[in-house]
């Protein structure tokens, strides 16, 4: 798997760049793996509500063809994506998103001790709002699904001819606001997170640097 650190980049550039990628690989292309961070933008998925777009003001919004809904990308937050082909890695769509999942949990016990937390049927990775640093499961009297999280990585993925791109956004040190402009991946009310708000100060690169190698463990051939 080649990595490829592309620094600041506008999305729709990117994207353009993925999809040329996917569509010209053969069964000999090697797999690589792009870390950027994007210019603000809202991105919203092929079956996103334009309802979940509250107020984007000057952000530009973009559709894109990965899945999910809406959210927001912007410097300080590390963005990676895999451009694999998963059918001579041997691994299903399931196990994909759960690699990469895995992948950020380990990345953000390795940037600060946070703890990484799934929700079932929503992809990404959320953190206990009052104890970001704890293993115990939280025990709420909520039926919300999301009561006392955070988001800190948000995924969405999109998959053509066993071939993977679009990818993860893990939220380092990021100007939040925007996502207050959004439902954030259509929950309305989810609150967003990121290292700095849970009192981690870590350098993006160096947080992108852990990523790779943590997505390069669980992803190369």
């Not at 206990?128 to 939280?138: C, E, G, M, N, T």
């Amino acid at each position: 798997m080649r990595i490829l650190p592309l620094g600041r980049r506008p999305y729709a550039e990117t994207e353009a760049a993925m999809r040329a990628f996917t569509a010209a690989r053969t069964t000999d292309t090697e797999d690589e793996l792009w870390l950027v961070e994007h210019e603000p933008v809202f991105t919203q998925g092929i079956a996103g509500r334009e309802a979940h777009v509250l107020a984007a003001g000057d952000i530009p919004v973009v559709r894109t063809d990965r899945g999910g809904q809406v959210t927001f990308h912007g410097p300080g937050q590390v963005v990676a994506y895999p451009l694999l082909d998963l059918k001579r890695l041997g691994i299903f769509v399931k196990e994909y998103v759960f690699r990469i999942e895995e992948a950020v949990i380990e990345t953000l016990w390795a940037s600060g001790g946070v703890v990484g937390h799934r929700v079932r049927g929503a992809p990404g990775i959320y953190v206990r709002l009052d104890d970001p640093f704890s293993h115990a499961r939280l025990v709420t009297a909520s039926l919300d699904p999301f009561a006392g999280l955070g988001k800190i990585a948000a995924l969405g993925i999109k998959i053509s001819r066993h071939c993977s791109y679009h990818g993860v956004a893990l939220n380092v040190a990021m100007d939040l606001e925007p996502f207050t402009r959004i439902d954030p991946c259509g929950y309305a009310g989810l609150r967003t997170v990121d290292l700095r708000t849970l009192g981690v100060q870590a350098a993006c690169d160096e947080v992108a640097a852990q990523l790779a190698q943590q997505l390069r463990a669980r992803l190369a051939a």
